[in-house]
């Protein structure tokens, strides 16, 4: 890790969302994300995820406490089945993308999906995004389908998905038996 992941490590503290924090900051989680996403999202959607699922949602904040990121996600049962995660969003601001803030955001969601017994996770992210897909990736996700002219400004996405328990039934469609996804070790 560089002197400056870990500068930046030090100085960014991670907490989990809360509605006692609506207040103090869902207008930055608002700004941070329509910056850096594609799709405009109304209030009502953030209420939707953050109301219904707020324990799944992360923010990291720098020394002042001002927000430097979010993810924003969700978890219930997928087609009456086992339940399936949801990443929604994520935003890092752009001076602190590179140093792990989105990674951390990413598998406390993760970490606390697992928890409440997920047996999977999914995601969009558009096919230009390289630093997303890599970031996905890395972190054990696979890509299990191109969504063609998936967003409003026409362009297409890869759906990505974390398998977390073989007995899955969800992807017997999209897999043979023998070749599901598998999680990495948690490094």
């Not at 086992?82 to 951390?104: D, F, H, Q, S």
């Amino acid at each position: 890790m560089s002197q400056s992941q870990l500068s930046l490590l030090a100085e960014v503290r991670y907490i989990q969302y809360h509605s006692s924090k609506e207040t103090t900051y869902l207008s930055a989680i608002r700004q941070l994300i329509s910056r850096d996403l594609s799709e405009p999202y109304s209030i009502y959607v953030y209420r939707y995820f953050l109301y219904q699922w707020g324990d799944l949602c992360f923010m990291a904040l720098d020394e002042k406490d001002s927000l430097i990121g979010v993810v924003i996600s969700k978890l219930e049962p997928h087609r009456g089945g086992p339940l399936r995660g949801y990443i929604a969003m994520l935003a890092v601001r752009k001076e602190n993308r590179g140093k792990g803030v989105a990674t951390k955001l990413v598998r406390m969601a993760v970490d606390r999906m697992i928890d409440q017994d997920a047996a999977e996770i999914v995601l969009e992210t558009e096919v230009t995004n390289s630093a997303a897909m890599k970031l996905y990736e890395q972190l054990g996700f696979l890509r299990s389908k191109r969504l063609h002219r998936y967003y409003l400004n026409g362009n297409s996405a890869f759906r990505f998905m974390l398998l977390l328990k073989e007995t899955s039934p969800l992807y017997a469609d999209e897999y043979e038996n023998d070749q599901l996804p598998q999680r990495p070790p948690s490094a």
